[in-house]
């Protein structure tokens, strides 16, 4: 079979708007965990199957962090690029900014890390093109992720995950 061209981080980014309404909400006003969890993950799908051009799956979601609440009536800007590509396997990230429409300030709100699968109709794992980074930042975040892959790879083998670990 023939190497698949690599492909630049840039050739992945992809960017998503929402607003927040009220039935994404808490009681406290507040944009729910759950539905930008949801958000994150179509954004991230979106960029890893740009990178792969085959459908994908979400593998795992990593360093998912929520650094700010976000408000009812503000908007979501979601950017997610691949930053690693392995064999079957990509890891996205994805930064999450509110806006209040109101005054114009945005603040970083989440980031994460995901995980996804190239899969074919049978669900068995596809080639996925290498990653070609063009930045020291793209190179480190590249880098990162490998030391990530590898951390996650060694948890498995061991057969510890956190159902495990929160079990005993």
Same mark, same amino acid.
């Given at each position: 079979?023939?190497?698949?061209?690599?492909?630049?981080?840039?050739?992945?980014?992809?960017?998503?708007?929402?607003?927040?309404?009220?039935?994404?909400?808490?009681?406290?006003?507040?944009?729910?965990?759950?539905?930008?969890?949801?958000?994150?993950?179509?954004?991230?799908?979106?960029?890893?199957?740009?990178?792969?051009?085959?459908?994908? $799956?979400?593998?795992?979601?990593?360093?998912?962090?929520?650094?700010?609440?976000?408000?009812?009536?503000?908007?979501?800007?979601?950017?997610?690029?691949? $930053?690693?590509?392995?064999?079957?396997?990509?890891?996205?990230?994805?930064?999450?900014?509110?806006?209040?429409?109101?005054?114009?300030?945005?603040?970083?709100?989440?980031?994460?890390?995901?995980?996804? $699968?190239?899969?074919?109709?049978?669900?068995?794992?596809?080639? $996925?093109?290498?990653?070609?980074?063009?930045?020291?930042?793209?190179?480190? %975040?590249? %880098?990162?992720?490998?030391?990530?892959?590898?951390?996650?790879?060694?948890?498995?083998?061991?057969?510890?995950?956190?159902?495990?670990?929160?079990?005993?």
């Amino acid at each position: 079979m023939d190497a698949l061209p690599a492909k630049k981080p840039s050739e992945s980014a992809t960017e998503m708007v929402q607003i927040v309404l009220p039935s994404d909400a808490n009681a406290l006003g507040a944009a729910f965990g759950g539905s930008v969890m949801g958000w994150i993950d179509i954004c991230a799908a979106v960029a890893a199957q740009r990178h792969s051009r085959q459908l994908v $799956v979400t593998a795992s979601m990593d360093d998912l962090h929520f650094h700010a609440p976000i408000k009812v009536g503000w908007t979501v800007t979601l950017r997610a690029r691949v $930053v690693a590509a392995f064999t079957s396997s990509m890891e996205v990230g994805v930064t999450v900014h509110a806006e209040n429409i109101q005054t114009g300030e945005r603040t970083l709100t989440t980031s994460a890390l995901l995980t996804f $699968v190239a899969l074919d109709k049978d669900g068995k794992k596809l080639p $996925v093109p290498p990653l070609a980074p063009e930045t020291d930042a793209e190179r480190k %975040a590249a %880098a990162e992720a490998v030391t990530r892959r590898s951390e996650r790879l060694a948890r498995k083998d061991r057969g510890r995950t956190w159902v495990d670990l929160a079990h005993r």
